[in-house]
């Protein structure tokens, strides 16, 4: 990277330099062109008004001296070049130079070539039908050109190299935040540390590194949500797990003397059916817990009313001694009916399990709101903020049983359909477990070819 930015640097002051030194170059050559003729018109035109517009002042000015002041007049009469042994310098002469000998035409400019150098032929009208010819050398100009041209190259060179070395040195000290970042990226793949970089400067490389360290900082909440998962459904695991092989190794050891009166046999089997169903249970919900998308996704229009009639049905035949006082209005989602279902009934099983035997549950749905409120002891202020969390169990119902993970999935069904869940305890006593989930209470549903969309739009990023 740093080699590219030299070479594009290069390649900048390179072009930069070629076009300021073509511009530069040629407009020197036009203005030192100008100038060599407007000296030769202007003296040409004051010669031509005096005494010295004569054959025989022409003839009488040594050829020498001509020579030396790089200058050679030429005196045009009647289509005769005078002085005559040096016309072979102009001829032969242009049209041009011949209408300003006939009057035609006041002035004329034009270049010729000898041995290779160039010339400036400047011709003006003079007196009695004749023209003065001024013939100067531009091979001063040609020189001092050439000299500006070898400078130029230098200095083009020069900058061409230094802004390649400046680029170098620009890239490399720019692109050393990129090059900590992708050290700390091999080192984190290497030893799988977590460990944020340091970060200088406000520009958009300093942003980049900020964005690396909010990602290092989520991937840390990650692993650490992950670990305290797998600690948990360990611990979680034992329990049930261990009194069913405990129940097991009863059965077994009674059979191998004589066996168990049927009503106790009846007794551990049953245990062993409630231990085996709350391990299917705590396995179900640590599977869906564990991962961030179900395996098949099928949002729908959904009225949450039905939803919440049908999880209370559920929930009556599981607890016959309780009574459910549902009140509900027509509330149309774009969801996943078995989600939602799980969780309002997670929200009914946990109001029946710790309400009072023979109590009553409150349910009340209302522009999307559902409030689930039984007639228990209530949540103590240390356990209200937890009691979402997985695996959280409060202290008075450590002895209940249970996963600790029903609410947990209350608020990540939620969640996945934009919505939010809380909870508050109620005077007397009691607790209402509120969750909201948005859509409308028109009495239709959206068409079911935008359920996907309206579902992706809701949710936020699933968290593990």
Same mark, same amino acid.
């Given at each position: 990277?740093?080699?590219?930015?030299?070479?594009?640097?290069?390649?900048?002051?390179?072009?930069?330099?070629?076009? =300021?030194?073509?511009?530069?170059?040629?407009?020197?050559?036009?203005?030192?062109?100008?100038?060599?003729? =407007?000296?030769?018109?202007?003296?040409?035109?004051?010669?031509?008004?005096?005494?010295?517009?004569?054959?025989?002042?022409?003839?009488?000015?040594?050829?020498?001296?001509?020579?030396?002041?790089?200058?050679?007049?030429?005196?045009?009469?009647?289509?005769?070049?005078?002085?005559?042994?040096?016309?072979?310098?102009?001829?032969?002469? =242009?049209?041009?130079?011949?209408?300003v000998a006939d009057g035609s035409i006041t002035q004329n400019l034009r270049t010729i070539y000898r041995d290779g150098h160039e010339y400036r032929v400047a011709t003006v009208q003079a007196q009695s039908g004749t023209a003065l010819m001024f013939v100067q050398s531009a091979e001063p100009i040609e020189r001092t050109l050439d000299r500006l041209g070898f400078v130029l190259l230098l200095v083009g060179a020069g900058g061409i190299v230094a802004a390649a070395l400046i680029g170098l040195a620009v890239g490399r000290s720019a692109l050393m935040p990129v090059r900590r970042l992708s050290a700390a990226a091999e080192h984190i793949a290497r030893t799988e540390q977590l460990?944020?970089?340091?970060?200088?400067?406000?520009?958009?490389?300093?942003s980049l590194a900020t964005s690396f360290n909010k990602m290092l900082?989520?991937?840390?909440?990650?692993?650490?949500?992950?670990?305290?998962?797998?600690?948990?459904?360990?611990?979680?695991?034992?329990t049930p797990l261990? =009194?069913?092989?405990?129940?097991?190794?009863?059965?077994?050891?009674?059979?191998?003397?004589?066996?168990?009166?049927?009503?106790?046999?009846?007794?551990?089997?049953?245990?062993?059916?409630?231990?085996v169903e709350e391990l299917s249970t705590l396995v179900g919900d640590l599977v869906e817990l564990a991962r961030d998308e179900p395996l098949e996704r099928t949002p729908e229009p959904l009225d949450l009313a039905d939803i919440v009639a049908r999880a209370t049905d559920r929930v009556r035949r599981r607890a016959p001694g309780v009574t459910f006082d549902v009140h509900t209005n027509a509330w149309w989602v774009v969801g996943e009916a078995q989600i939602l279902e799980r969780a309002v009934t997670n929200l009914l099983d946990n109001a029946a399990k710790y309400g009072p035997p023979g109590g009553t549950v409150t349910v009340e749905l209302d522009k999307g709101q559902l409030d689930v409120a039984d007639?228990?002891?209530?949540?103590?202020?240390?356990?209200?903020?937890?009691?979402?969390?997985?695996?959280?169990?409060?202290?008075?119902?450590?002895?209940?049983p249970g996963s600790g993970l029903g609410l947990s999935i209350v608020r990540q069904a939620a969640e996945r359909h934009g919505g939010s869940v809380s909870v508050r305890n109620s005077k007397p006593h009691g607790v209402v477990f509120s969750m909201r989930v948005p859509g409308r209470g028109e009495d239709r549903a959206a068409p079911v070819q935008d359920a996907r969309a309206a579902v992706l739009a809701q949710r936020p990023p699933a968290s593990r």
């Open positions: 990277m740093a080699a590219r930015i030299s070479l594009l640097a290069a390649c900048a002051v390179g072009l930069a330099v070629a076009l =300021s030194s073509v511009a530069a170059y040629v407009t020197l050559r036009a203005q030192l062109h100008d100038r060599l003729d =407007s000296s030769l018109l202007q003296r040409a035109s004051q010669a031509s008004r005096t005494d010295f517009v004569s054959k025989a002042t022409l003839l009488n000015i040594p050829s020498d001296f001509l020579g030396a002041a790089d200058l050679r007049i030429f005196l045009i009469s009647s289509g005769e070049v005078i002085p005559a042994d040096r016309a072979d310098w102009i001829s032969p002469l =242009s049209a041009n130079e011949r209408a460990k944020p970089i340091q970060v200088t400067g406000d520009d958009e490389l300093a900082v989520a991937l840390q909440a990650s692993r650490d949500r992950q670990r305290r998962l797998v600690a948990d459904a360990g611990h979680e695991l034992r261990t =009194s069913l092989r405990t129940n097991l190794e009863l059965l077994a050891q009674a059979d191998r003397r004589g066996g168990l009166a049927p009503h106790q046999r009846d007794e551990l089997l049953t245990d062993v059916t409630g231990q007639q228990g002891e209530g949540i103590t202020d240390r356990d209200l903020p937890m009691i979402f969390e997985r695996f959280y169990r409060a202290d008075s119902a450590r002895t209940m």
